[in-house]
């Protein structure tokens, strides 16, 4: 029987130990795009979940009355339409705020900023990254036990009152996730994002 040194066994065990080390890491990528229907939804779901936590300290004095809603937001105007849509309608049914589109006729302003509308996607676990091989993209992976998050992210911080003297409310988040396990030949969902 041959036996092999120590030095030897080292030798080959310390390039898998250092393959091992780097697959065991996590790996985030923002989504730029809405095209599919789970990250349509956990962006919708996500601003739903954003307009119902408006807190009703800094609304329900205003109920019956006019309020102009202005929105700021980087990029996306689709999307920020979608938010203010549903954030007037959150005012409409929950506070008694009529929504109007003048200055001039608003007993109330509000200047709402989103500080984000849109997806992540996180990987946190083991895989061997493929992304250095040629042909590959850049994100090319191949699952040995991962957890993957699939989150929509809604943000605001938001002045509401009357012009010049408004209240900036606190920053409001909601996320709403879609998380899958990933093993090497198959992804199993973990939980669902439908709401029934």
């Given at each position: 029987?041959?036996?092999e040194?120590r030095?030897?066994i080292?030798?080959?065990a310390?390039?898998?130990?250092?393959?091992?080390?780097l697959s065991?890491c996590a790996a985030?990528?923002v989504?730029?795009s809405?095209?599919?229907?789970?990250?349509?939804?956990l962006?919708?779901?996500?601003?739903?979940?954003?307009?119902?936590?408006l807190?009703?300290?800094?609304?329900?004095?205003?109920a019956?009355?006019?309020?102009?809603l202005?929105s700021?937001?980087?990029?996306?105007?689709?999307?920020?339409?979608y938010?203010d849509?549903?954030l007037s309608?959150?005012?409409?049914r929950?506070f008694?705020?009529e929504?109007v589109?003048d200055?001039?006729t608003?007993?109330?302003?509000l200047?709402?900023?989103?500080?984000?509308?849109?997806?992540?996607?996180?990987t946190r676990g083991?895989?061997?990254p493929?992304?250095?091989v040629?042909g590959?993209?850049a994100d090319?992976?191949?699952?040995?036990l991962?957890?993957e998050?699939?989150?929509?992210v809604?943000?605001?911080?938001?002045f509401?009152g009357e012009?010049?003297?408004?209240t900036?409310?606190?920053?409001?988040?909601?996320?709403t996730?879609s998380?899958?396990?990933?093993l090497?030949?198959?992804?199993i969902?973990?939980n669902?994002?439908?709401?029934?």
């Open positions: 029987m041959k036996y040194s030095s030897s080292a030798t080959r310390v390039p898998a130990l250092v393959l091992l080390l065991a985030r990528q989504q730029d809405l095209a599919g229907s789970t990250a349509q939804k962006v919708t779901y996500s601003i739903d979940d954003l307009a119902a936590a807190p009703e300290a800094h609304f329900e004095t205003w019956g009355k006019t309020m102009l202005n700021s937001f980087p990029a996306g105007d689709a999307v920020r339409a938010a849509t549903r309608l959150e005012l409409e929950r008694d705020i929504v589109g200055a001039d608003a007993d109330a302003v200047n709402v900023f989103y500080t984000s509308l849109g997806t992540d996607r996180d083991f895989f061997l493929l992304g250095f040629p590959m993209e090319m992976r191949i699952n040995l991962t957890l998050q699939f989150q929509g809604a943000e605001l911080y938001y509401v012009t010049g003297t408004e900036r409310g606190r920053v409001i988040q909601a996320r996730r998380d899958a396990l990933g090497p030949v198959i992804t969902p973990i669902t994002i439908s709401r029934d």
